[in-house]
C-alpha cells in the first residue's frame, strides 16, 4: 500500500495504450453502444464498425449457424476479439519451428478472447446450432484480410 499525495493529478487514460482484449470486452459489455447495429444475414456473416478512433477500429460481428471467414491473416494489424453470446471455433494455421505445418482449434464461448498480431493466420466459425456476436478490435492497419490456403506439410500458403 502507498499514499497518494493530494496534489496529484490523475491523466486520462489513452485508449491506444489499452490492451485490445480490454477494449474488446468493456465494448462487448455496452450493448446500448452496439446493439442498434446489430442484424443477421442469412447469406454471410454481417459486420458493421461500431468505432474508428486513436489508430483502432471495433467492428461488430454476427455469425448465423455455419458462417464462418476463410483462412486469413490481416496483414500488418495486432488486435483481438472478444465472443459476446454463442459459440466460434478459431482454427490457427502456423509453422513450428523447424518448419512442421501446426494447426491449432480453439472452442470460444461467450467472454472468452482470442489475441492476433502481424501474420497470424486463423479463421473463424460458428459451428454451433446458434447465432454468434463478437468484437473485433484492429490496430495498426484495420480489418484488412489476406486469404490463405492450408498446407498440410509447409502450413498456410498466401494466396
Given at each position: 500500500?502507498?499514499?497518494?499525495?493530494d496534489?496529484t493529478?490523475?491523466?486520462?487514460?489513452?485508449?491506444?495504450?489499452?490492451?485490445p482484449v480490454?477494449?474488446?470486452?468493456?465494448?462487448?459489455?455496452?450493448?446500448?453502444?452496439?446493439?442498434?447495429?446489430?442484424?443477421?444475414?442469412?447469406d454471410?456473416?454481417?459486420?458493421?464498425?461500431?468505432?474508428?478512433?486513436?489508430?483502432?477500429?471495433?467492428?461488430?460481428?454476427?455469425?448465423?449457424?455455419?458462417?464462418?471467414?476463410?483462412?486469413h491473416?490481416?496483414?500488418?494489424?495486432t488486435?483481438?476479439?472478444t465472443?459476446?453470446?454463442?459459440?466460434?471455433?478459431?482454427?490457427?494455421?502456423?509453422?513450428?519451428?523447424?518448419?512442421?505445418?501446426?494447426?491449432?482449434?480453439?472452442?470460444?464461448?461467450?467472454?472468452q478472447?482470442?489475441?492476433?498480431?502481424?501474420g497470424?493466420?486463423h479463421e473463424?466459425?460458428?459451428?454451433?446450432p446458434?447465432?454468434?456476436i463478437?468484437?473485433?478490435?484492429?490496430?495498426?492497419?484495420?480489418?484488412?484480410?489476406?486469404s490463405?490456403?492450408?498446407?498440410?506439410v509447409?502450413?498456410p500458403?498466401?494466396?
Amino acid at each position: 500500500m502507498f499514499a497518494v499525495p493530494d496534489n496529484t493529478l490523475l491523466r486520462p487514460e489513452n485508449p491506444a495504450l489499452r490492451h485490445p482484449v480490454r477494449v474488446a470486452v468493456d465494448v462487448a459489455a455496452d450493448r446500448e453502444r452496439w446493439g442498434s447495429l446489430l442484424r443477421y444475414d442469412p447469406d454471410d456473416r454481417f459486420s458493421a464498425l461500431v468505432e474508428r478512433a486513436d489508430g483502432q477500429e471495433i467492428w461488430l460481428l454476427s455469425w448465423l449457424p455455419g458462417q464462418h471467414t476463410d483462412l486469413h491473416d490481416h496483414a500488418f494489424a495486432t488486435g483481438a476479439f472478444t465472443v459476446v453470446s454463442g459459440r466460434l471455433t478459431e482454427t490457427v494455421a502456423r509453422r513450428a519451428p523447424g518448419g512442421r505445418a501446426v494447426t491449432e482449434v480453439h472452442g470460444l464461448s461467450a467472454g472468452q478472447s482470442r489475441v492476433f498480431g502481424p501474420g497470424y493466420v486463423h479463421e473463424v466459425r460458428n459451428d454451433g446450432p446458434d447465432p454468434a456476436i463478437s468484437v473485433h478490435v484492429y490496430r495498426e492497419g484495420g480489418r484488412r484480410m489476406r486469404s490463405y490456403q492450408a498446407n498440410p506439410v509447409d502450413g498456410p500458403v498466401r494466396v
